[in-house]
């Protein structure tokens, strides 16, 4: 039976609590869109990170390509003078 009544107590603290959370929310205007701007704003943030990596790493490859001997390059067969 006590514990019956700790559950209805409990229960009703529950609810209490999400109702007061509704009302927090709701004075709170624009939350929601306020977070799904802060998530997409992440997820940008993460795509820069990403994007600015990928230039890295082709700025190397440039430069390495840049280091790298040129190919040697045979003389056309009518330039030969022998």
Known sequence: MQLRAQ???KDSMVDSL?????QLRES???LESRAKLAERLA????RERAMRQQ??????ELARA?????????????????
């Open 7 to 9: 559950l209805v107590g």
């Open 18 to 22: 999400r109702v007061e959370l509704e």
């Open 28 to 30: 709170i205007p624009g």
């Open 43 to 46: 997820q940008m943030d993460e």
């Open 55 to 60: 230039i890295a790493e082709l700025k190397l």
């Open 66 to 82: 840049a280091e790298a001997p040129a190919p040697l390059q045979e003389a056309p067969w009518w330039s030969n003078t022998s």
